[in-house]
């Protein structure tokens, strides 16, 4: 869902005064879902996120096996 053309002016008029703190980072992700896991991968890390990745590509067999 993409934000309006309304809620974008409103964030424009907080970063130009200072309003607003950014937070990134994969532990924000970690922290925010609790260590969600899909098939046994802790999919909000980046290693966990790979590895499903990996999996999800040999399963449909578009990953070598090397």
């Avoid at 309006?4 to 005064?17: C, G, I, N, T, V």
Wanted: hydrophobic share 40%; with cysteine.
């Amino acid at each position: 869902m993409s934000p309006s053309p309304s809620q974008l002016d409103q964030l424009k008029r907080e970063l130009a005064s200072g309003q607003v703190v950014v937070v990134v980072g994969s532990g924000v992700s970690v922290a925010a879902c609790g260590q969600q896991e899909v098939e046994g991968h802790k999919v909000a890390t980046w290693t966990g996120l790979l590895e499903h990745g990996v999996d999800q590509l040999s399963a449909i067999g578009a990953a070598g096996g090397d």
